[in-house]
Each structure stands twice: as C-alpha cells, then as structure tokens.
C-alpha cells in the first residue's frame, strides 16, 4: 500500500513519523481545499484515501505524535451529496427504557447501587418524552453557529440553514456561556401535520404518516426555504460542550435554559424518588391526550449533576437518565400465514402474517411470534403461557405494539378459531437451504445446521456486517446487499470490498440497473473505501458472532486493543476451551450420578482431573483462556462462541481475506497521558467502602486501566476491601502488587 518514495510505516523512528504527520496533514489538507472550492481535486479518490489510511497507520503507531489537526478528525472532509458531517463534541445519547413500574424501581436501585446511596436519598425530574427528533445547537459567544442532526451519535448532519428558521430556535442569546451546546427535540404540534397535510393533499404532494415523520421530513430539507414553511417547534432538554456549568441540578438548567429564551416543558417536575416518579407519570399519561404534540413516554433523570458525572455513560446511554415507555397498543385481527425467517446465526424465526389492521396509528401486517415454543403456548421451561392456548393458522389473534418494538402477537381468541385448524407443525429442515433444523439442550431456537452454504445466513450476515453500528457503509443497506447477494456479486464480507476492481469504474453492470448511475456507483465506492480504515470494536462485532453484540465487542477491543493480540489469544485458548467444556460436561455427569446415588456430587475434583489429562495443554492455553473469560462483562457462553467461530476453518478464512483488506485501528486509549494506571491489569476485591464496584471499574478505565474479574500473572494490582479471599491469597502467592481502597484512591489522585 506505499509507493516508492514512502517509507514503510514499520520502519519510521519517531522523529520520521512526525514529519511524516506533517506532510500528510498538508496535502490532505490542501486536497480537502480543493475539493470544496475548484471544480478541479488534485488528487483521485483512491489516492487520497490511501493517504488518509496511511495517516491514520502512522497514527495507530504513534498514538502520542497524532496532531491537534489531524486529518483523521476531519470526518466527511468530503460530503456526499445532500448535507455536511458534523463530529459533535460531545456523543448524542439514547436512552434505556422501562416498561413496568418494577423497572422504574430497578432504575432507581441500579443508580443508589452505584453509587453507593440508600433508599430515598437520589432525587430525579420527570418530563414527557417528545416524539420528534434530536438536535444540537452549538452557540460560540451567544450566537447559533451551527445545528446538527442526532445522526448515528458521533456524526450528524450539518442543518443549520434550516433550525435558523424554527421560531423557538434563538439566533442570540445573552449571559450565555462562551461555549454551550442545547440539546433538544423537534416536532411538529397535531394542528399543524393536519394542516400540513391537508396542504399536501391539495397540491397532490406526499402526506406524511404522522407528526413526527413530517417533523423529520421538515427540518431535513434541502432548501432551508421549505423548512421555513413547514411549522416546526423545539424543546430544549438538555445539552452537550460547555463552556461553564448551566447550574448544579438538571431543575436548574433547564430553568437556566428557559431564562435564556428556549422553550421547556412545564412538565418537568422534581421527584424524590420512585413512587413520585410513577405518580408524576401517571401525570403526564392523563394529559397525553390533550398536550396537541405526541409524547411516547416520561423521561427520568438525576437531578444532581454531580451525581449525573459519577454516573456516566455505557456505550450508548447515560446510567442516569431513562425513559418510561408509555404501554403498548394492542388490536385484534386475522393470523393468514405463518412464515420462517432464517437469521445470520442461522436461527428460525416464525413470522406472523396478519390482515392488515391499525395498532396505535401504524399499520401492522407482520408480526413476531418468537419461537416454536411460543407458537405452541408454553415458555422455554414448558410452562404453560396464555393459559396453554396454542396458536394456528386461521385464528383470531391480539396484536401487541410498544414504541419502536417490532410488533408481536400476544394472545388469541378461541372462540373464533375456523373449523378444522391444525396445530402448526414447526418446520425440522431449514426453509431455505433444506439443512436439518436442530434444537440444541437449553436453546429455545431451531438452528439451520447449513451454515455457509445457507444463502439465508449469508445475506443476514451480510446485512449485519453493514449495519450502523458495525461498518455502516452509506448507500450500501439491507436492500442492495440482498440485490447484489442475489446477482452473486457479494457472497461475503471481503467480496465487497473487491466490488470496484471487479466491476470497473465504470459500473457498466451497475449502471444499467434501475436506480443507479455513475455518481451513485462512484459515491458507493468511495463509501466503501471509507470504511477500509475501521476501528477494533466495530469489525469485531460486525463479525455477527452468536452472543457477541456491540457491547461485548466493545469489552473485547477495549481489552486486547489490537487486533492481531486478539486473534493470538483466541487461538492459543482454544485447547483450553476444549478442556473447559469438557470439564462442565463430566460435572454435569458427576451432579447426575451423585444425585442418583444419594451422595454429594466431587465438582472440584471432577473438574480438576480433566483439566490434569493426558496430553497436557500447549502452554499458554489456559492463561489464554482464563484471559478471555475474565473480560468483563464477558462470560463463558460468549468466549465459547468467539473461540469456536474463529476455529471453523471456512468461517476463519473468510474473516482472514476480510481482515487482508482492512486497516484495523488499535482502541483508542483514553486520554491517560499521566495516569499511573494506564495499560495496567486492575482487579478489584473484597468490599469497596468509598466508591462502587461498578463506578470503581468505570474510573479505573477511564483512567487507561484494564479491570479483570480475576487474578493471573497478567495482573498488575489487586485492591483489595475487607473481606477478600482467595483473590488477595492468589495475588500474595504470584507476587502480585495488592493495595487497600484508600492506596487506590491515593494512586489515582482520587483521595
Ligand atoms: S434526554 C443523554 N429528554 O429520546 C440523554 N431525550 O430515546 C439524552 N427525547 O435521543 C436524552 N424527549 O431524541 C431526553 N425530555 C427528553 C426527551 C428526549 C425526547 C428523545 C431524544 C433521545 C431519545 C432517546
């Protein structure tokens, strides 16, 4: 990937690859300059994204020399067509979401227990949930600079032009902070959609489904002209950067935000604890109907913005804050068919098709019926669920709708069952390749045994593998990876990565399919070469391994942070993890004996005599392993999954050839540069008495540390509370550093 006159990345000393940074931030810089401003670029898109994954290699290896101006923060340097990126300074968040009372309670205890706080003492506000979109306004000295879409949370768009032309949205404010970023939601009130679209209707244009489409539709337009005339508001709910503190408590920075002039809902309240919660829900739910704009629920959060800090964030929602769903709408209709989805892990999934009927104002004609299990009225245990009432094909069933939820069928009426329905027969082959269909102890879910060779799998695969959160490819959805699986253009990852060299610049094939050009084909491969430089966590979770969702891919690149050090350790485990099952299985046998005989089943011993067998482990195996399975947040179910998937020798060769393609970026360490912890192995033990586990490990890692469920030759430092065991007893037998909770907090200036 260099040319000649390049030095090999692994052969620049540091002072080479700083001046190496130089060059490349100014003649990125100067092509970005002449994309946007000459009709004439200086440079090919391939050569300016090699550029630019050089920079980000160099980068990657010298993570320190990475300059303030560095050309891999310039997200969408060069736009598609329609709006501008924006980097927002700081994530835009989504929300977890409670259901039932019982998780309002659970909200509020996983908060106290965090932080270590009893009953009663946290204080949250309530306010509605709007059913609109988010938007960011950024204001420098007082004036809106820019507003931006949510977007995927990192990146949005760049719609400044048009929030100017929202009312609510104040161009100028007064003593305001130099730097403050409002955050907020956008909607449209009942009134105007239903003047919007009967507008709409009289010109002959589109109608929109509901307020919230219109709303979206409104602000992302084009021509900020069109915005302007489509009637749209904004509240002001929270914010991002800042300059200084709005105030101590969310009550007084959202009065702060409404003395500076932006709209907030008078249904914010102060509650002292869950049962006002609930209480000021309720609230708000006998109103819902009244209010003129839609809500979709109530959202709680901390009151105490100290607290809030402590808090934080998971991967994509803040601990403090969540938002109760308003129940979801229910509809009786008519069960027509049922049909078998097959999923990228190769599992079936029945699907209800229903006469079409409205539920909650959406109109639902498909509709989840989870698994053969359910279908025929018992849960995963055999007991019996609605009352033991099977479903079939023919009946009259209750359709249930929460939020965004894909719909499921939650009951059935046997009154009006037709004459002569049978009870479904869950299909044993797969639907689509005619592999057996298998139920594996414990599993809920039939499995396709094709596994490569079942085009369904594959295209699930596939889909995954574009799919936001994994290599989001613009232009390249769901929809045209089926339609290029389907040509036989794409069969797995790697394959599309090789779509410009296979099919030519020129696209022919693509060019004469409806719906594509050159520009779409040029900008689909531009996209594509995008992505070639892709961070750790995304490729491992686009890898769509059963159990390994975004989280745990996050836990697993934050933990090897390389993707070689990942695939060393994962092979070296893998005798290990063979020893492993082993070993369960013959504690499985031996708690089934003892029980037979009467007697108390030897688990340790039986364990213990598998793991000592005959051959002995290559060495390393077993650190590797005990490694992987004390990640946290990863458990034995996940490590076994990972371990075996990168052991099936196809699966292994297809990720290889991906991998061959990619420039993996190495985790981004948090900013450490004088932690005295960073790149250390931390476990924690015993109690804690000043901070909580969780929040123990949040900090630890957000000081550069790595926190491990248990102690190896790997580990760096064992805090141990009152109370450890044969944590502490294990470290003083490796020699291992073991400090108290006050040394901690003392080491990482906490004290
Ligand atoms: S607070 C870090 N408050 O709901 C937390 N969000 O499901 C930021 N939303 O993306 C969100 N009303 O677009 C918050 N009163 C409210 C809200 C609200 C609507 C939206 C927002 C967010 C989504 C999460």
Not at 174 to 200: I, K, W
Not at 315 to 342: G, M, N
Not at 466 to 488: C, N, P, T, Y
Not at 690 to 709: F, Q, Y
Request: aromatic content about 6%.
């Amino acid at each position: 990937m260099t040319d000649d006159t390049e030095i090999d990345i692994e052969r620049l000393d540091e002072d080479a690859a700083r001046t190496e940074l130089a060059r490349l931030a100014d003649l990125l810089a100067g092509a970005d300059a002449a994309y946007h401003t000459e009709d004439a670029p200086v440079m090919s898109d391939a050569a300016y994204d090699r550029l630019k994954r050089r920079n980000a290699a160099i980068e990657a290896r010298f993570p320190e020399l990475k300059r303030a101006d560095s050309p891999s923060d310039r997200v969408g340097a060069r736009p598609a067509e329609g709006f501008a990126k924006v980097t927002h300074a700081q994530r835009m968040m989504s929300l977890g979401n409670a259901f039932a009372p019982e998780d309002v309670s659970a909200f509020d205890t996983s908060v106290r227990k965090y932080l270590g706080m009893g009953p009663g003492t946290v204080a949250y506000t309530a306010e509605p949930k709007i059913d609109g979109l988010s938007l960011s306004l950024r204001y420098e000295q007082g004036e809106l600079v820019q507003a931006a879409t949510r977007g995927d949370g990192a990146v949005g768009e760049n719609v400044t032009a048009n929030a100017l032309t929202i009312e609510d949205i104040p161009q100028r404010l007064t003593d305001a902070p130099d730097l403050l970023e409002v955050r907020g939601e956008v909607y449209m009130s009942h009134a105007d959609f239903a003047a919007l679209n009967a507008r709409q209707a009289a010109r002959g244009g589109k109608s929109f489904a509901n307020p919230r489409n219109a709303a979206a539709g409104s602000l992302r337009q084009l021509d900020a002209e069109i915005t302007r005339s489509r009637p749209l508001r904004f509240f002001a709910y929270g914010w991002g950067a800042l300059s200084e503190p709005l105030a101590e408590t969310q009550m007084g920075a959202i009065a702060r935000l409404k003395a500076l002039g932006f709209s907030t809902n008078d249904l914010t309240r102060l509650c002292k604890g869950p049962e006002e919660l609930l209480a000021h829900y309720r609230v708000i739910e006998e109103q819902r109907a009244t209010l003129g704009y839609d809500i979709d629920g109530v959202v709680y959060k901390v009151d105490d913005l100290a607290l809030q800090a402590r808090l934080g964030f998971r991967s994509t929602t803040p601990r403090w804050a969540i938002a109760h769903k308003f129940p979801a709408e229910t509809a009786w209709t008519r069960l027509e068919a049922i049909d078998i989805q097959v999923g990228r892990t190769g599992a079936l999934s029945p699907v209800a098709r229903l006469t079409p009927v409205t539920v909650g104002g959406v109109v639902v004609s498909n509709a989840t019926l989870h698994n053969e299990d359910y279908i025929a009225g018992r849960d995963s245990s055999g007991a019996p669920i609605r009352d033991g009432k099977d479903i079939r094909i023919g009946d009259w069933v209750q359709v249930y709708r929460a939020g965004d939820v894909i719909p499921k069928v939650a009951d059935v009426d046997l009154s009006k069952r037709p004459e002569g329905a049978e009870p479904y027969i869950f299909p044993r082959k797969c639907p689509e390749c005619g592999s057996d269909a298998i139920r594996e102890e414990g599993d809920s879910v039939r499995r396709c045994t094709g596994g490569l060779i079942c085009p369904a799998q594959a295209v699930e695969k596939l889909k995954h593998f574009v799919s936001r959160a994994a290599f989001d490819i613009e232009g390249l959805g769901a929809k045209q990876v089926e339609q290029f699986h389907a040509d036989g253009w794409i069969a797995e990852p790697v394959d599309i990565f090789a779509l410009r060299d296979r099919y030519g610049s020129g696209m022919q094939q693509l060019k004469n399919r409806e719906g594509w050009g050159e520009k779409s084909a040029q900008n689909l491969f531009a996209a594509i070469d995008e992505r070639r430089t892709i961070p750790l966590n995304r490729v491992i979770f686009a890898l769509g391994i059963r159990h390994v969702g975004e989280v745990g891919a996050a836990d697993l690149a934050r933990h090897y942070t390389r993707w070689p050090a990942m695939i060393a350790s994962l092979d070296a485990a893998r005798p290990a993890m063979e020893r492993h099952l082993k070993a369960e299985a013959a504690v499985l046998a031996e708690r089934a004996a003892a029980a037979k005989e009467g007697r108390r089943a030897r688990v340790t011993d039986t364990r213990a005599a598998i793991w000592a067998e005959d051959p002995p482990l290559p060495a390393g195996a077993r650190a590797a392993w005990e490694d992987l399975v004390g990640v946290d947040g990863i458990g034995t179910t996940v490590a076994v999954a990972l371990v075996t998937a990168f052991a099936q020798p196809a699966e292994r060769a297809s990720i290889d050839r991906l991998v061959a393609q990619l420039d993996i970026q190495p985790v981004e360490a948090p900013d450490t540069a004088d932690s005295p912890v960073a790149g250390k192995t931390v476990v924690f033990t015993g109690s804690l008495e000043k901070m909580t586990r969780a929040e123990a490990k949040a900090r630890a890692e957000a000081l550069g540390a790595k926190v491990s469920g248990s102690v190896s030759k790997k580990t760096d430092l064992l805090v141990a509370g009152p109370g450890a065991g044969s944590k502490a007893a294990k470290a003083a037998e490796l020699g291992i550093e073991t400090i108290d909770e006050d040394g901690w907090l003392e080491l990482i200036g906490a004290a």
